[in-house]
DNA sequence: GAAGCATATACCCATATGGGCATGTGTTGG
DNA sequence: CCAACACATGCCCATATGGGTATATGCTTC
């Protein structure tokens, strides 16, 4: 079945760098396509794409303007990111850290001595 | 050139949904991988291969333990993650949301008004 | 050291990229 | 109405999956 699309879910849309460079870009405010290429420093038809799965989890919005069309931010899609992430807080906390690294250990040297 | 490898970086890793799985029942502590494969209801080497690019990414450890082989969490390679989404909470607050559709809203029509 | 259990690998496939390039489409201006 | 500009798409390719199945590896235990 091979990975499943990227344009099925944000996890996904946001596994490409390039993608959360645009990202980043928008925070600054609205652009159109050919900015974020030159900025990126990609062709213009690469960004269109990256810009479209974008566009399809939703984490971005366009808007016609003239001739133009102008990319905004639609953040709300990082959210669960950011709270799936946030669901391991506790268990990156350096104290906690030094702790397991701990208690591996003697695992480790126990298992060893008894094997 | 494709995708980049899941193997190279944890935003890639994650993106599959299984991986994910994992790391949430990892959180309940070690465990072996035919446990870890029964429990998501997938054959075991697929689940070996899962655990082996989060292996390589860093968010899973390895311990012999005879026979087994138990995977624990390391999930201080998701704090990245967090903190990379966490650059945009700004943009997913609602009152913040709100006045950017206000903003947008308002945008539109001008726009529509000139043309 | 043979048999068995727990895992890791090797293969084989269908599919989804991401990149580069050419081209279609829509809008603006003269 | 035509030329120019800004994008979006269509194609073609090399590559990296993720899944399923068969098989090699590692330890244990009898």
Do not use: C
Not at 44 to 49: C, E, F, L, N, T
Request: positive net charge.
């Amino acid at each position: 079945m091979a990975r499943a699309a990227t344009t099925s879910d944000v996890f996904n849309a946001i596994a490409e760098p390039q993608r959360r460079a645009i990202l980043v870009l928008l925070r600054a405010g609205e652009r159109p396509v050919t900015e974020l290429a030159q900025e990126l420093g990609m062709p213009q038809p690469g960004a269109s794409k990256h810009l479209r799965v974008l566009r399809e989890v939703g984490l971005v919005r366009d808007r016609k303007a003239g001739r133009q069309r102008l990319y905004g931010l639609d953040a709300r899609g990082l959210r669960p990111v950011h709270e799936w992430t946030g669901g391991f807080e506790q268990f990156w906390t350096e104290s906690f850290d030094r702790l397991d690294a701990y208690v591996q250990d003697l695992k480790q040297r126990r298992d060893e001595e008894q094997r």
